[in-house]
């Protein structure tokens, strides 16, 4: 199961299991609750899972919140790339000229 799903910019968040079960044990596999952030590094969004993990299991409001956390990321990923294309293509100015 996913904890609250948390931004890298927010507190210190660590990733990782919590050893909780807030829904219950899905299946003999299931290694409970798992907390992951979420960063920008070199244009591609990073998810950290702080282990390996074989598979994820999400409860209804733990996918909606995922989908909308990665569209959230999404779109901040292509703002700053149409800024950083905007600001190439933009003359610089000279200092002398204001």
């Known amino acids: 199961m996913l904890a ?10 660590i990733a990782g299991q919590t050893g909780n079960y807030p829904a219950g044990k899905l299946n003999e596999q299931d290694e409970g609750e798992l907390i ?9 969004i990073k998810l950290d ?6 598979w994820l299991g999400f409860t209804l409001a733990e996918a909606e919140k995922l989908v909308n956390d990665l569209n959230a990321y999404i ?4 703002y700053g790339m149409e800024q950083q294309a ?12 204001n």
């Open 4 to 13: 609250d799903l948390q931004k890298k910019e927010d507190a210190q968040i």
């Open 36 to 44: 992951f952030t979420y960063s920008i590094e070199k244009d591609k």
């Open 49 to 54: 899972f702080g282990k390996p993990i074989a």
């Open 75 to 78: 779109r901040k990923l292509k």
């Open 86 to 97: 905007l600001e190439k293509k933009a003359p610089k100015q000279n200092p002398e000229d």
